[in-house]
Each structure stands twice: as structure tokens, then as C-alpha cells.
């Protein structure tokens, strides 16, 4: 029976190509454009590390001016930290399992041989870093502890910088140059791409590459190697000590830090603890602003620091209202075509069809719209996100249609047509079939 | 008008779908009227002029590697040779370019006893005495550099520069009075770190497109080196800037302690800076016309069928004396009723969703002359697209009438 309401279905669709087009066509638009907004949005709210955002916080630490506005929220503090502070940290016994301080940098690799030297975006990190943040290996590990605390010239380097540099071939052991001095690499992680990237979200950089090169933090500082993330100052550096020194124990913010805590209990006391710190340090003049201490998990961190712009929101709200013209475009459409099917409608129910098999005949026509609509609108959400990402610098890892948003999208589309289609098609098998056959 | 009666009486028999169009008229109008006001901010936006002579002019950065290379003297040599490139107008070192995003921001004290929330935060470029040529800033007031004035900054030496060349809107905020010139101002509170100001120049944005101080920026004559990075702003003749980048680039990359990181023409950085902002006027213009095209068709579809089903009518009509030009208007003028419906819907719908919009994601509000103007164009858009079907009901013929009777 069912592939019987099928042919009558297309028979139908054929009688009416243009007005059956128009029908594909608008539920397609509307469907296409809510799709490529919602997937953007989608994404970019998405958790990039779901098995550990809860237990996985950032610090934040209020040691900005205090003449400045007050602070209201966690996005009102400086999402970074001093160096001093986020040494201080690292060094001391707090109720953390782990905890990592770092910042992103650049250096020239200079490949042996005839190939010309290149730019590099560098992690300097420690250790717990992979380890908190999950990173696989595919040759090799994570420098030891000894390293970080020796300041050694070890590192761990990406997939691609391996390919590039030794043919992909296990490169542990082996040392490359970096700007003027020599490296061994410990190990090699794979292709590793949290999206966003969480764990350092200077606007401009939220969904670009991960680095390629993970330095211990300790030798980063001896080297001098510069941040190139945001770096913001309030306070003068003291002019009475050289410049590297007076910026190491100045109140600019530089560095991120991350703690791994499991438990709220956890999560509590490591507050406590930063809320301690701040109360000590204010007693010799520092912190002069009121006690502000956050930790924010990731998803709470993307929040705070607004991963999802304005401006993805007005897009979905917008082509949500667009899906919804459609949608009613469809409707009226609909209703007319049902409306001229009138007879048709009529000869079946005086042949004996009941109410409820014309019901569901109609509502099989409409179901296969739907998924024409659907089909549609899946090929130009396609299309629109290839638009996305040429429009949008630094989406490339973020612009993909994923299984869920697939499904979502047929899902939207069936029940948008079938939402269209249901008061018509009850409309016309409402009919009463006498009156319809004598105006035959 | 006398059918407006009958067309009336007769559009309450269908009540369904005369509600169906005139609501997406109204989500139209609501729909349009926002985004039109977006793109029109972000267009704003854009086209603000940076200052500099944006077609003729490059950036350069360069990241040099060996740290036994005197960076000073590299300077000197690279300046030297890319201001002897054919083509070039003026090049000077730089730490930041105009709405590049990633720039140095400070605060100016205009009086010893200020504290640091009363400061005047501006943009900062480090520049030498070719700096204003570069950048193509006219003097309004004031001096250019001397070279004895440029001062290093480096790790083992903090020289601080003892003058600076400031924006006239950085001039305005620190001395309202209009008295800017020869007074001399502090980088840091407490009377620290006096500067004179010895010039004024007309106009150029700092580094952050987005914010609120865009327009003050200060030059100072002064080279930093920090770390290895080195950056030049290159000013071409007009039309020379391709062969420039080119000249410039090859010059570069001949110093094998350095690498050549970022060669960028001055349109090309700022498309990239306002990518999202090019990206949203792009994709609300896509939205304005696939919803204007889906609402005219779906317009069309419903009119050709209603005329479809008023055949009979339609003939009876003519067959009774309805001219042609009755029929047409008969069409037109039920357009007309129901597109009014809907545009009085959807003007409290447009201030509606500008309200959540703006409150909900700072759009800010739309200015009330785009009602008007959105509901003239969708009046228009109605009676355009109802014109097919009405012209095929006025070729009904009267004969019809008589027909299957």
C-alpha cells in the first residue's frame, strides 16, 4: 500500500512540476540557510575536549588596576596571569592533581640541508601538560619532570612538523635546530586539533592551528622567547631593574594556567587556596582591588571569554525566521495545490477510500517533498559552509557537516514539511466527496 | 476603488491564506529591515578611512634567527636598500600597522597629579623620521622627528623617547582646549617619563578596529629589539606596489639569518581584518534577496492557482463587461489589501526583533526611515510579482463563461 501512496505521490508531483519545484525549492533555502548558520553555531559552542571539560579549569586572578571599573563577572578579569603569580602557583603544594602555566610563542626552524628555514608556532609548557589535556603520542612521551625543573632543551613536536622534517619516520632521539640552538625531541604527538582552542583563547587565534612544537616553559624563559598572544600591563616595570627581569616580576599578564581538579570538594579547596594567595599577596601591596579569584571549567571558560560572537546568534535567529517564511510559503502552497486536488480527493473517497486513508496518501506526498526539501537543503548547507569558510578567516577546522547536523537536517526538514503539509492535507480529507462530484 | 469593497468581502472567504501571505510578508519586513541595518553599520565600519594611502601601501615582517646578527645595523641596511627599490615613495620601521590587530596601546598622563583611570589610551607606532611619508600623514601643526631624536629600545638599554607626533583626536582628548602643541605629557603617572608633543598629524586608526579609542594614535621615533621580529611599512608610488612587494620581498629573503614571515599588502590586511564583518554583510545580503525571491514566488505560486480556480469567475466577469485592465486591478488591488495586512504586522514585528536583537546582541537600532522605505519596497515587490498571474487571468477569455454550463 505504502509504495502504492508513493506513486501517487510522484503522479502528483508531476502534475504540478513548477509549483512542486517552488515548494523543494523554498523548503530547500530555508532549510540550506538555517543549517549553515546553526552548524557554525553549533561547532563553535561545541566541548573540544569532552571526556575532561569539568575537571579541567582556568585561572583567573584580579590583579589589575584598582582604579579601574569593578569587576562583575569572570569576564570582566584578565583572562591571562603574571608570570611571577603563575610561577608561584606551579611551585606550590595546592590541592590540584595537576596544573600547567604557559604561553604560545614563535621560532625558526632550520631544517638541515638546502631547505629554507621556517616560522613555527611554539607551546612553552611542562610536562603535566599532555597529560591533562589528553594529548596522544604517536611516538615517543612527554618530556619528565626532571626536564622542566633543569630547564633542559627538549621538546615534542606535531605530526605535521615530523612529516615535514623526517618523512613521518620516528624522529625520537633525534634533535633539530631552532632559531640558533639544538633540540632533542622526546616525542611526537598526532594530529591534535581541540576546536575551539580552549586552552589559549586570544581573539584571532580561538580556532586556529594547535602548535607544532612544545618547549619546556622554564627553557623558554632562559631563551627570552617572547609571547606572541595578547600581553596587557597596567602598572609601569620597574625602570630600576634590566628590562627582562622588570617584566618577569611585573604586573603584566601574559601566561595561561590550567588546574585539573576532579572533584567539587577539589575544586572548592583549590579555590580557597587561590583565594589565600591573593589575601597574602595583598598584604605586601599587590591584589589592591577586591577578592576576585575564578576558576572556570572549559565549557564555562568558553562562555567567559565569548567563543560564540553576537554575531553567530543573529545569524541563527535570523535564518531561523527565514526557515519560517519558507515554511509558510510551503503551507500556502500546499493548501493551494490540495485545494485544486479537491476532485481527485472527492472520486477516491466515493470510491470507498475512508477519510484516514486519503489522510495518509496526502501526508506521503507531503513526507516526500519534505525530504526532497531536505535533500536540498543538506546540498546547499553544503554549499553554505563552503561559503563560510572562504568568508571566515581561520575556519578551517571548524567548517565541517558532522553526522548529527547530516541527520538534524533531514529531521528539520521532514517534520518542517509534514508541520506545512498537515493542515492542508486534513483540510482536503475533510472534504465531503457529494458536493465536490456534482460540481464535476 | 469602488472594488475594494467585493475584493475585501471576498479575501474573508479565504481567511487561511490571506493570513499565510501576509504573514511571511510581515517576518519579510521584519527580516529585512534588520539585516539591511546591519549591513549598512558594518559597511560604515569598513569603509573608515585608516589614514594611510591604503592602495600604495605594504607591510613587511621579517624574523630574524641568529642572535649574532646587530639588529641596529640591519635596520640601517634594510632601510637603506628598500628606500633605493625604483617605485618606492617612503619606508619606515614599524612595530604595528593601522587595524592590523596586533599593535601597542599606552596611556598619556596630560598632568603630573592624574591617576590612571583619567588617562588618555592611544595606539602607539615606533617609527623613525620617514614615518609620516610612510604613512602618508599630514602635518597639521608642529614638526616632523630628527634623527637625532630616534632612541633603541632593547633588552640591556631602555632609551625612552623624549618627543612624539600625535593624531589630532589623541591631541583633542588630552588638551580639549586645542593647545596640544609643545606641551608635554607623561607615558606614566607620577610625573614619569615626560614626552613632548612636537607635532600634529591629521588622521590615522590604531591597531583594534573595535575599539573605542580608534582614532588616537601617537608616533614615536623609536626601534625596538625585542626578540627577532622586524617589521617595515613600505609606501609605493601609485600604481608601483606590486613591483614593489616584489623588489622588497626578493631584498628580504637574501639574509639567510632571517625569514621573510609576512609580505601584505594594505587592502589585502585589511579584507582579513574585517573578514567577519565582510562575512556578515555578504551573507545578510544573501538572506535579503533569497527572502525576497522565496516570498515574490511564493506570492506568484498562490496568485497563478487562486486564478486557476477563478477561471470560471474570471470568464463570467468578462463575459458581463469587465475589461481586461478590470481583471488586472482586481488582482492588484487584492494584493494590495493583503500585503498592508501584513507589512502592519511586520512593522511591529521589525521593531520587535530590533528590540531583542539590540538587547539581547548589541546590534543597536534601527533608524525609523527604514520602515518606510522596506515596506515601499515590499509593496512594490507584491504588485511585481502578483503582475504574471493577473495578466493570465486577463487572458481568460469571456467565452469561458458560456463553457460547461
Not at chain 1, 199 to 216: C, K, M, N, T, W
Not at chain 1, 235 to 243: C, F, G, I, K, M
Not at chain 1, 396 to 406: I, K, N, R, S
Not at chain 2, 158 to 170: C, D, H, N, R, T
Request: charged content about 20%.
Amino acid at each position: 500500500m505504502f509504495s502504492y501512496y508513493i506513486r501517487l505521490a510522484l503522479t502528483s508531483i508531476r502534475r504540478t512540476p513548477v509549483l512542486s519545484a517552488l515548494m523543494v525549492l523554498a523548503l530547500g533555502l530555508g532549510i540550506g540557510a538555517f543549517m549553515t548558520t546553526f552548524t557554525v553555531y553549533y561547532l563553535m559552542s561545541g566541548d573540544p575536549i569532552p571526556h575532561k571539560s569539568d575537571v579541567l579549569y582556568a585561572v583567573q586572578l584580579d590583579n589589575w588596576d584598582p582604579n579601574d571599573d569593578p569587576t562583575e563577572s569572570a569576564s570582566d578579569v584578565q583572562p591571562q596571569l603574571t608570570y611571577q603569580d603563575g610561577q608561584h602557583l606551579m611551585n606550590a603544594d595546592t590541592p590540584a592533581i595537576r596544573q600547567v602555566h604557559m604561553y604560545g610563542s614563535d621560532m625558526v626552524v632550520v631544517p638541515e640541508g638546502d631547505d629554507p628555514p621556517f616560522n613555527e608556532n611554539v607551546r612553552a609548557t611542562y610536562q603535566t601538560f599532555f597529560s591533562m589535556f589528553d594529548v596522544p603520542f604517536i611516538y615517543g612521551s612527554p618530556w619528565d619532570k626532571r626536564a622542566d625543573d633543569d630547564h633542559a632543551s627538549v621538546i615534542v613536536i606535531g605530526r605535521k612538523l615530523n612529516d615535514r622534517l623526517f618523512n613521518g619516520e620516528n624522529s625520537v632521539g633525534k634533535s633539530i635546530q631552532l632559531n640558533d640552538g639544538f633540540y632533542q625531541i622526546t616525542g611526537v604527538i598526532d594530529d591534535w586539533q581541540p576546536t575551539p582552542r580552549f586552552y589559549h583563547v586570544d581573539a584571532g587565534r580561538r580556532f586556529s592551528d594547535s602548535e607544532q612544537i612544545f618547549l619546556p616553559f622554564t627553557r623558554a624563559i632562559d631563551l627570552v622567547l617572547g609571547p606572541n598572544g595578547n600581553t596587557n600591563c597596567w602598572a609601569p616595570l620597574d625602570d630600576s631593574l634590566p628590562v627582562i627581569e622588570a617584566f618577569l616580576k611585573s604586573e603584566c599578564v601574559w601566561t595561561q594556567f590550567w588546574a585539573e581538579l576532579e572533584t567539587p570538594e577539589q575544586a572548592a579547596a583549590y579555590k580557597d587556596y587561590l583565594d589565600n594567595y591573593v589575601r597574602d599577596q595583598k598584604q605586601i601591596g599587590r591584589f589592591q582591588r577586591p577578592l576576585n579569584t575564578f576558576i572556570s571549567n572549559v565549557r564555562e571558560w568558553l562562555v567567559v571569554n565569548r567563543v560564540v560572537t553576537n554575531d553567530n546568534r543573529v545569524l541563527v535567529r535570523l535564518s531561523f525566521l527565514f526557515l519560517l517564511v519558507c515554511v509558510l510559503n510551503t503551507v500556502g502552497l500546499l493548501m493551494a495545490k490540495f485545494l485544486g486536488k479537491s476532485g481527485e480527493v472527492a472520486v477516491r473517497r466515493a470510491m470507498g477510500a475512508s477519510r484516514q486513508a486519503v489522510f495518509i496518501q496526502n501526508l506521503v506526498e507531503v513526507a516526500t517533498i519534505g525530504v526532497a526539501g531536505g535533500v536540498a537543503g543538506i546540498g546547499l548547507a553544503w554549499l553554505g559552509l563552503k561559503g563560510i569558510e572562504n568568508l571566515y578567516r581561520g575556519y578551517q577546522h571548524l567548517v565541517h557537516l558532522d553526522p548529527v547536523m547530516l541527520a538534524t537536517a533531514v529531521c528539520l526538514a521532514v517534520i518542517s514539511a509534514i508541520l506545512a503539509g498537515l493542515y492542508p492535507v486534513w483540510r482536503v480529507s475533510r472534504q465531503a466527496p457529494a458536493g465536490l462530484l456534482k460540481a464535476l | 476603488m469602488k472594488d475594494i469593497g467585493p475584493i475585501f468581502r471576498s479575501l474573508l472567504r479565504n481567511k487561511l491564506g490571506v493570513i499565510l501571505i501576509a504573514l511571511q510578508i510581515a517576518l519579510t519586513l521584519a527580516i529585512v529591515t534588520n539585516a539591511a541595518f546591519i549591513i549598512s553599520e558594518r559597511s560604515a565600519d569598513i569603509a573608515r578611512p585608516s589614514g594611510l594611502d591604503e592602495s600604495n601601501t605594504a607591510m613587511f615582517i621579517t624574523n630574524l634567527f641568529d642572535s649574532n646578527v646587530d639588529q641596529r645595523q640591519l635596520y640601517r641596511d634594510d632601510l637603506e636598500a628598500i628606500r633605493a627599490i625604483p617605485g618606492v615613495l617612503a619606508a619606515a620601521p614599524t612595530q604595528s600597522m593601522p587595524i592590523s590587530g596586533s599593535g601597542w596601546g599606552e596611556d598619556l598622563y596630560s598632568n603630573p597629579e592624574m591617576q590612571s583611570n583619567e588617562s588618555v589610551n592611544f595606539g602607539k607606532f615606533m617609527v623613525d623620521e620617514h614615518g609620516l611619508e610612510a604613512f602618508d600623514l599630514e602635518l597639521v601643526a608642529g614638526r616632523n622627528f630628527t634623527p637625532d631624536e630616534m632612541v633603541t629600545r632593547s633588552f640591556e638599554a631602555m632609551e625612552l623617547p623624549k618627543v612624539l607626533i600625535v593624531s589630532q583626536a589623541l591631541a583633542d582628548s588630552l588638551f580639549p582646549d586645542g593647545d596640544a602643541l609643545n606641551k608635554t605629557v607623561w607615558d606614566e603617572p607620577n610625573g614619569e617619563q615626560p614626552m613632548q608633543i612636537i607635532g600634529i598629524y591629521d588622521h590615522m586608526q590604531n591597531a583594534w578596529p573595535t575599539s573605542e579609542n580608534v582614532n588616537r594614535t601617537a608616533l614615536t621615533p623609536e626601534i625596538s629589539l625585542f626578540g627577532g621580529q622586524m617589521m617595515y611599512v613600505v609606501r609605493a608610488e601609485p600604481g608601483q606596489l606590486d613591483q614593489v612587494m616584489q623588489a622588497t620581498e626578493a631584498y628580504l629573503s637574501k639574509n639567510r639569518s632571517r625569514i621573510v614571515e609576512i609580505v601584505r599588502s594594505y587592502p589585502e590586511q585589511k579584507s582579513r581584518t574585517y573578514s567577519r564583518d565582510i562575512a556578515m554583510v555578504k551573507l545578510l545580503s544573501g538572506v535579503i534577496v533569497i527572502l525576497t525571491g522565496v516570498t515574490g514566488l511564493g506570492i506568484i505560486g498562490l496568485a497563478w492557482f487562486s486564478v486557476t480556480q477563478r477561471r470560471k469567475q474570471i470568464g463570467t466577469r468578462r463575459a458581463l463587461g469587465a475589461t481586461r485592465g478590470d481583471i488586472v486591478r482586481y488582482f492588484m488591488v487584492e494584493n494590495w489589501l493583503i500585503t498592508s495586512a501584513g507589512l502592519a504586522v511586520g512593522l511591529v514585528g521589525a521593531v520587535g526583533l530590533n528590540w531583542f536583537l539590540d538587547t539581547q546582541y548589541e546590534v543597536g537600532r534601527v533608524p525609523l526611515w527604514y520602515l518606510p522605505v522596506g515596506m515601499a519596497a515590499l509593496w512594490l515587490l507584491g504588485q511585481l510579482a502578483v503582475l504574471l498571474p493577473a495578466r493570465r487571468a486577463a487572458n481568460i477569455p469571456p467565452a469561458l463563461a458560456t463553457r460547461s454550463v
